[in-house]
């Protein structure tokens, strides 16, 4: 039996966890929307939004792991419904990782006086949407 | 900017792609809780932050020789893959070194009568196996990195030749 002192921490790191997950998915919905909604999306705001998004998708994959990791070593199996639903949240993030690097690689490349395309950061943002929703399905069980 | 964008963007990419697919690997077999459990969420935390950390500073001196989003003729498939088995197996290697000092000092720190363990034959071998063995894996990884980066660099030429057809 783990003792109180234990326990409170060990709570309040999968709570910090979840919140990490959160943020870090939130600031990379808010950012592609901040670059893509004005009339002339901007690629300063654009250079800096890239280099958000990889430290953003670092800190959601390490603390998706720590989600998952509570769930151990009872992570339902593949075929269950949660185990093909996070299968599929897998395989969308890897998708929004290639995704990503093709659309950073665009706007490294970009001159100074470029226009950046403001579908890529729509598309970006799209992706992160059905992923947040997957994620909701998931939660209900 | 470009080249710190491309650091960030491709050692995050190479590493946050590889953890996810290798958990998807393990998911699909329905084994990921049986490898979680051991592992636990401080040590994987501590894992994916020290393969990030290396990873950044092994592209950050790698791809100084054949960036994969440059439109310079150094961007050859050879060099790619060169450069990315070599940096992967750096990669590897560091990783494997600082896990190995982590782990080391934390013995020595909880007892300090654990130097002579350390500096033991059996721990010797088993640094030099894990070396090897981290060598090996790093450049076999590197070398799958290599030819995503190739399609991802021939993707955006693509995109970017059309746009400027438009």
Redesign the interface.
Known sequence: MPSTEFVLPVQA?ALA?RWIHFIALAAILGGALAVALPDRPSLTLA?RY??LF??A??LV??SG??N????????P???SRW?RL??LK??A??GL??V???R??????TGNDGDV?RRWYLLTAGWVAALAAIAVVMARG | MADRLTVAGFATAHVTGLTVLVLLGFHLRSTLGGILEPIGTVTGVLLFGVLWGVAIVTHHYGFGASEPWSVDDRRTAIRLFGAGFAWGALTGAGTFWVLAILGLSGLLVADPSAIVDILSFPTLLIVLLGTALSLVIGGAVGLVAAAFDLGVGDVVDRIRASRSRK
Do not use: H, K
Not at chain 1, 68 to 75: E, I, S
Not at chain 1, 104 to 109: D, K, L
């Open positions: 790191a966890v250079r890239e280099f990889w430290v998708i670092g994959v390490v792991i720590g998952v990791g509570r769930l151990a070593p009872n992570v199996a593949f075929e185990g996070f299968a897998l395989i993030v890897v990782i290639a990503s690097t093709v950073s690689g665009i706007v490294a490349r395309d």
